[in-house]
Antibody, heavy 118, light 112 residues
Framework: QVQLQESGPGLVKPSETLSLTCTVS????????WSWIRQPPGKGLEWLGY???????NYNPSLKSRVTISVNMSKNQFSLKLSSVTAADTAVYYC????????????WGQGTLVTVSS | DIVMTQSPDSLAVSLGERATINCKSS????????????LAWYQQKPAQPPKLLIY???TRQYGVPDRFSGSGSGTDFTLTISSLQAEDVAVYYC?????????FGQGTKVEI
């Protein structure tokens, strides 16, 4: 069974770039779609964007100018960069897998809390 | 963007009783070409990631108990827990995957 594990700094300063990596084990990056989804403390879920194993991306327009998702097939990883962060970006960040182009989330990582604070 | 609105925001149900959660989308999530509703339901317990319960509006994910069922079409959907168990206490979310950006409902908290 596939397992997803997020990693990266738990604290980021305002105006800096948040960087997270999702490592996929028990399965291959291909031929799936992979997303980043976040959840501010006590709030609901927000989709940030997805990447296909080939590198095709699709971002949430509300964040489009700040979000970059990339894939590293040799390491079975994909990554998130979110630039110019503010306190509003404080959230639990989840990496997730979709089955083909049916974009319901079939597998989730455990999530990692990223706090934006000076 | 397709806005997903759930009701109620929270509900309290006795053990063994039925729980019903509604989800309404601002646009249809039914593709007429394949007659499929692009709607999923998730369960989230405290300090855990969401867990997929239902996709295609009514298809139960492997391993999900059959007391969970999904129904509806177009813009109006329902998640039903036929006989609430203690382990079903959680927040439930609907999600549309008809079009991007993928969007979720605000969540419904189910308590006993």
């Amino acid at each position: 069974q596939v397992q997803l594990q997020e990693s990266g700094p738990g604290l980021v300063k305002p105006s800096e770039t948040l960087s997270l990596t999702c490592t996929v084990s028990g399965g291959s990056i291909s031929p799936y779609y992979w997303s980043w989804i976040r959840q501010p403390p006590g709030k609901g879920l927000e989709w940030l964007g997805y990447i296909y194993y080939s590198g095709t991306t699709n971002y949430n327009p509300s964040l489009k100018s700040r979000v970059t998702i990339s894939v590293n097939m040799s390491k079975n990883q994909f990554s998130l960069k979110l630039s110019s962060v503010t306190a509003a970006d404080t959230a639990v960040y989840y990496c997730a897998r979709h089955i083909s182009s049916s974009w319901y989330v079939e597998s989730w990582g455990q999530g990692t809390l990223v706090t934006v604070s000076s | 963007d397709i806005v997903m609105t759930q009701s109620p925001d929270s509900l309290a149900v006795s053990l063994g009783e039925r729980a019903t959660i509604n989800c309404k989308s601002s646009q249809t999530v039914l593709y007429s070409s394949n007659n499929k509703n692009y709607l999923a339901w998730y369960q989230q317990k405290p300090a855990q990631p969401p867990k997929l319960l239902i996709y295609w509006a009514s298809t139960r994910q492997y391993g999900v108990p059959d007391r969970f069922s999904g129904s509806g079409s177009g813009t109006d959907f329902t998640l039903t827990i036929s006989s609430l168990q203690a382990e079903d206490v959680a927040v439930y979310y609907c999600q549309q995957y008809h079009s991007t950006p993928l969007t979720f409902g605000q969540g419904t908290k189910v308590e006993i």
